[in-house]
């Protein structure tokens, strides 16, 4: 309730900023909505809604797997930890506009190039939040393991993988807010069409009624996965902690 | 570690021993000296049997098992055992996996035994209800359980059990080992156990192991002729007094 009447709140003080300023470059919300819905006719917006989403799952998805298989082999080897180390901290200090750029002049203004940059900017905070994970793991739990001579799938599933789901559940966290705002800067620099490139289109245009009007939908679907997705994630994979007295 | 291949198992009713021969077992200490901590020390495992380690605390109980275990790797001597056995563990903690129902922790370490002997295993050990609880909402002595459950549900050649009844109440430890005592019993599963309690280890053995000396050897091996079933009070306190005098005579 109270973060409905905050949310609430931050569209009233919208509001009386959008009054006072009487400009075009800050429109009221309701001309927002009307942009809005006149775009959700065309159809423009969902579909450059899908596309943004469709980049922001597949580039996220291949820096969740890498970033995870890395950070648990660099968890788990000092040697592979010393020998990785530089190369996640230079590309961990790579701004992402530097991979985005460097991307479309190496391979193109491809969506290959699109994801893959966008993939390699959230890689090394994966590893390094799974990479504490492995290091954190428990010994007693892989001996039991090693005696009981379970497979390597069960090992994985079942001992593994609930170890690090805490910290699975935090890469998850930071990386999507951080995936889908990198995804728009590759999107308004190199390709035809998404949030971004709208962005894009609005600012030549100086519309900031246009603007908002894809930005603003975008949260809203963040905000969805959050708790549609995440959240019943986490409560899954954690149900055994919440009965513990 | 050396295992002699050849098509026997290490099976109840088979009566190829298990031989563990340790040469010297060595610990780098923090400051880099390096601590011998055992020497010389070997022993037969004969199918079938239930042996018990004692000792004194520190006397390098647990670390004798977890070279015979093949946990520790790093020690001179052998362990021929006629093929690698499947072993089940109970280890000095329950060890069990709190985001996995106590049936799919019996589960996952035998996927290759049937769902009813699992739950009839569980219900030996008392714990037909929990199967669906997860181990955080056990109490300790339950865990044990669950723990023991496990080791028998894989239908092992070799039962290890370290301390498994330590930090238990006396009243509870005592009906699990009985518990213990009639699995072992019916199932005749050679069974190798870790304990510094005399009277445990007179009350389940076939055969204890006086570990004792420094750097550690086994000092004493005494017979335990009467069946565990038929166990007296009397014979418990002769064993008892035995052991003693061996332990003072090392001293």
């Given at each position: 309730m109270l973060r409905v009447l905050s949310l609430l709140a931050l569209i009233a003080?919208?509001?009386?900023?959008?009054?006072?300023?009487?400009?075009l470059v800050l429109p009221e919300p309701l001309a927002v909505l009307g942009t809005m819905v006149h775009e959700a006719r065309s159809g423009a917006l969902f579909f450059n809604l899908g596309v943004t989403l469709a980049r922001v799952i597949v580039s996220f998805g291949i820096a969740m797997l890498f970033g995870t298989i890395f950070g648990i082999f660099m968890g788990r080897s000092p040697t592979f930890d010393r020998v990785a180390d530089p190369w996640l901290i230079v590309l961990l200090n790579?701004?992402?506009?530097?991979?985005?750029?460097?991307?479309?002049?190496?391979?193109?203004?491809?969506?290959?190039?699109?994801?893959?940059?966008?993939?390699l900017?959230?890689?090394?905070?994966?590893?390094?939040?799974?990479?504490?994970?492995?290091?954190?793991?428990?010994?007693?739990?892989?001996?039991?393991?090693?005696?009981?001579?379970?497979?390597?799938?069960?090992?994985?599933?079942?001992?593994?993988?609930?170890?690090?789901a805490p910290y699975i559940a935090?890469?998850?966290?930071?990386?999507?807010?951080?995936?889908?705002?990198?995804?728009?800067?590759?999107?308004?620099?190199?390709?035809?069409?998404?949030?971004?490139f709208e962005i894009y289109t609005a600012f030549q245009l100086f519309d900031v009624n246009l603007l908002l009007a894809y930005a603003l939908p975008f949260i809203v679907i963040m905000l969805g996965i959050e708790t549609l997705v995440v959240q019943p994630f986490e409560r899954h994979v954690s149900r055994w902690r919440q009965k513990t007295a | 570690m050396l295992y002699n291949h050849s098509s026997d198992t290490f099976r109840a009713g088979d009566r190829k021993p298990l031989e563990i021969t340790v040469k010297r077992k060595a610990f780098r200490t923090s400051s880099g000296a390096l601590r011998e901590v055992m020497r010389d020390l070997s022993l037969t495992i004969i199918s079938g049997k239930v042996y018990a380690l004692v000792g004194p605390s520190g006397c390098g109980k647990t670390t004798l098992l977890r070279i015979i275990i093949g946990l520790d790797k790093d020690f001179e001597g052998s362990i021929v055992m006629p093929e690698k056995p499947r072993i089940g563990m109970v280890f000095q903690e329950p060890r069990l996996l709190p985001w996995r129902s106590v049936f799919d922790n019996l589960r996952l370490a035998a996927p290759q035994t049937s769902d009813e002997d699992i739950i009839r295993i569980a219900s030996d050990l008392g714990l037909g209800e929990h199967l669906v609880h997860f181990p955080g909402e056990l109490s300790l002595g339950l865990a044990r359980r669950v723990s023991l459950a496990r080791a028998f549900a894989v239908k092992p050649d070799l039962l290890v059990l370290d301390e498994p009844?330590?930090?238990?109440?006396?009243?509870?430890?005592?009906?699990?080992?009985?518990?213990?005592?009639?699995?072992?019993?019916?199932?005749?599963?050679?069974?190798?156990?870790v304990t510094h309690g005399i009277e445990e280890a007179i009350r389940l053995a076939d055969s204890i192991?006086?570990?004792?000396?420094?750097?550690?050897?086994?000092?004493?091996?005494?017979?335990?002729?009467?069946?565990?079933?038929?166990?007296?009070?009397?014979?418990?306190?002769?064993?008892?007094?035995?052991?003693?005098?061996?332990?003072?005579?090392?001293?």
């Open positions: 003080v919208w509001q009386i900023a959008a009054m006072m300023a009487h400009s790579l701004p992402a506009l530097v991979i985005v750029v460097l991307a479309y002049i190496w391979i193109g203004l491809t969506e290959t190039a699109a994801v893959i940059a966008v993939a900017n959230k890689l090394p905070n994966t590893t390094v939040t799974i990479r504490e994970g492995a290091r954190a793991l428990d010994p007693a739990l892989q001996e039991m393991a090693a005696i009981f001579a379970m497979p390597w799938r069960t090992r994985l599933q079942h001992v593994l993988l609930p170890q690090l935090a890469a998850t966290r930071s990386g999507l807010s951080l995936v889908w705002k990198i995804v728009l800067v590759a999107e308004l620099l190199g390709r035809p069409n998404g949030v971004g | 009844f330590v930090s238990l109440d006396a009243v509870l430890a005592e009906r699990l080992r009985d518990e213990l005592a009639a699995l072992v019993e019916r199932t005749k599963v050679t069974t190798l156990l192991l006086l570990l004792g000396g420094r750097p550690t050897g086994i000092v004493a091996e005494i017979d335990i002729e009467t069946p565990r079933h038929a166990m007296t009070d009397a014979y418990a306190a002769e064993i008892q007094a035995q052991i003693s005098a061996v332990f003072a005579g090392a001293a």
